[in-house]
């Protein structure tokens, strides 16, 4: 990423933030809370609404870290969604999962030992105590964080799907499952426990509403297990947790995942590699009626030379959309390797694109 701090590019970018700053529009701003409820709601807005956010490695091993990483973030970068990024296994670690470094790409803890490894594994799976541990680390990194923005900008706590967390402990879950669904089906009620306490909590400590992400909601599940392992505890934790004052956005990781299936989950709107897989944004919006949220393929950035290509990559992208709902955000993280320099040429772009 150095070429984007050569001198030429460094030109380039101040012309843009000049142009930025030469063009923008003068009047109230739209409060965030306001901004948002709306934009979930599929309404018209003000201004172009949007959510960025990344891995903070190193940081994300404290809740004093990860609350300073999180406030200085979104200083810089003012998204109007502050989605909590917590450590990539932290939930898995409490149930045995030994963890290493970070992928050098998402910034994600990596599992260096898995504790499920044979089917019989499964029966040493216990209750977890979501006050401690990792799990209570991220209720209070969000309790410290609610301290700091409550009432100035919409939070959402990141909870993993329980089959999420289930594959994380269990690389083999899958199989496991179809080898003994009546063993698998009844230990798997501690993890679907243990994330549905994790969501309330994290509201009860402050989150306004929940970033819901899945791995596994696409064809690497039967329709039927996609329905008994996925859908099903999402509903229960969902129903158990989000109430009316708050809101819920789901993210399905990976190509090709069940949009027509998740949008009969209670959810406020859905985040996916719109960029990278089917539906895009506008077939999506005939589907859904919620939020949608996505536009930004910061995987594709890695490969751009020329700063003014990531600025008319998202105006062509908004434009083309041409419709109501849309907060623009990545389809998953942005990646370590863009650089502050471009995220903040994305950032001024979206501020800058006409209603």
Known sequence: MEKFFKDSNEIIYNN????????????????????????????????????????????????????KAQMEFQTKFDSDIMKISISGRAFANDFGAELGGYDPDSGSR???????????????????????GEFGNQIIAMKLIHQQVNGKIPTMMTVFSPFMVASQIDPNMILHYREDPQLIGEQFKVV???????????????????????????????????????????????????????????????????FNLATKLPINAINWHD?????????????????????????????ISNPEEVSSMISSIYKNFNSTGLILAPGCVIPQFVSDFIIEIAVNTIKNLKK
């Not at 895009?280 to 949608?292: C, D, V, Y």
Request: positive net charge; proline residues 5%.
């Open 110 to 132: 990596i599992c260096v030992k898995y504790p499920i490894k044979r089917l019989e594994d499964w029966e040493n799976v216990k209750t977890v105590d979501i006050t401690t």
């Open 275 to 303: 960029q990278q897989t089917k539906p895009n944004l506008s077939e999506a919006r005939k589907i859904f009626k919620g939020g949608l949220l996505g536009g930004l393929n910061a995987e594709s950035w890695k490969d």
């Open 16 to 67: 843009i933030i000049l142009n930025f700053k030469n063009n923008r529009t003068k009047g109230k701003v739209m409060d965030k809370f306001d901004l948002i409820k709306k934009a979930l709601k599929a309404e018209p807005t003000e201004k172009v609404p949007y959510a960025i956010w990344k891995h903070f490695p190193e940081y994300d091993k404290s809740p004093e870290g990860l609350l």
């Open 192 to 258: 679907i426990t243990a994330m549905t306490d994790f969501a309330k909590a994290s509201l009860d400590a402050g989150a306004d509403g929940l970033f819901l992400a899945t791995q596994h909601f696409n064809n690497k599940l039967t329709e039927n297990e996609r329905m008994e392992l996925e859908f099903v505890p999402m509903k229960s934790l969902i129903k158990k947790t989000v109430k009316k004052n708050n809101f819920l956005v789901l993210h399905l990781h990976g190509d090709d995942p069940d």
